[in-house]
């Protein structure tokens, strides 16, 4: 059975805030050091501005996915849409630091609201399973685009407008989508009984939130009696959680799910391959700007052939697993992953453009791979009726990894500064900014180098023992456990 043309249009009007949440997830990567020069906020403000909308987003969608399948994934995608085109206005003409925070947390409680529920729409809107693949493929590789062009986006803005236009773009189209949307969505509910458990959708937003503060705060800032009374609680609170859900007979999140090895390294490698790219997006952007001396401009523009590349395959996914297997086509977004990242080892303070280039082009290729199967997986491995929620996992292993990239990793990369820069400043641009010169400049720019190959290095050994795992848990062939795997 073909899809019919306006399942077709559908997809095309999902996508367009599917694109403004991911993006929004990495378009202040390159936007951050001139929204610092006009709001002046402190170090944590700043830290907060770049990372509560992902905190929102992540730690949400879980139970956003499980609303959505009970209420109506439609109109909680309606809903989500028009609470991040007002967060996306307020942020626009943010005042001070602590609004635009604010506003920036509003977009990601409506951006954990419409993920789940946009790829849950999708599905029914597909009948066919090889068509509804591809509309998953096509949904995750806007997701992954998203990300990927977020940079490049802010750069270009950057270029010609105030910063507030990296939020104002969103609106036209939010705009549209409220308009067409009704026309070409139907709304779709679980057919289930049961009431919803609220206790179990605190639960999972309270310690998702306050794990993920504790182990951000505890890379950014060290130990302190508030970052490990916050990881004790957040630990506690999701093992209260894990618990209640098998006691439930309509779980909020079916942990049965993860009893499959394949199911299992899916959700890992969504979060790997987040993890591993926000952090080398954002230091390689840094490495370029502040190492090389290239204008904001010309290092998004280099960003591109990584991202044409990542789009690519994130749409040839499903076919080339139809093809070869997922399980050789996870094997290779592992190894493809982590020979990318162990090409940035090869850079110096007085080139690596090709290296960069390079690297973006063939972890690109595992990137694509993950972000295209880790949603046809989480999908295509439950029933219909629970389409959301699995969605949501899918998602929130992005998400989790996106906001954790950036604090280990990162974090890493500036503790090594700080062990061998110069002493004069904690990071590589105050150093810059503090006026040295001479050897310090050469000190301080092969010190930011150092960290980054430590953190690029860490991430490619943790991507090439995943492949190495995948080999070993997932069969060859189809097993009783693994459902659509195989």
Known sequence: MRASRRAWFGLLVVLGPVLLVSMDGSVLFLTMPTITHALTPSAEQALWILDVYGFAVGSLLIAFGNLGDRFGRLKLLMIGTVVFGVGSAGAAFSPSPEVLITFRALMGFGGAALLPSGLAVLSELFENPRQRAQAIGIFAATFATGFAVGPIIGGLLLSRFDWGAVFLINLPVVAIFLLAAPFVLREVKATRTGKVDLLSIILSAGGLLSSVYAVKELAAYGPSLVVFVTGVVGVGVLAWFAARQRGLGHPLVDLALFRGKVFTVAIITGVLSLFAWSAAAYLTGIYLQSVLGLPVLTAAILALPGA??????????PALADRIGKRAALVICH???AAGLALLLLTTVTGGIGWFIASTAIAGIGYGISFAL??????GAVPANRAGSAGAIAETSNEIGNALGIALLGSTAALIFRLA??????????????GAAGAVITQAK?????GLHVAMGI????????????????????HPHADHLS
């Open 421 to 434: 820069g110069p002493g004069i400043a904690p990071t590589l641009d105050e150093t810059l900014d503090a």
């Open 308 to 317: 044409a590349v990542l789009t690519t395959v994130c749409i040839l996914t």
């Open 446 to 450: 092969e010190a930011f180098l150092t």
């Open 459 to 478: 991430a490619a050994v943790l991507c090439a023992g995943l492949g190495v795992l995948a080999l070993r848990w997932i069969p060859r062939g189809r």
């Open 335 to 337: 190894f493809t992953m």
């Open 374 to 379: 880790v949603a046809d997986t989480a999908v």
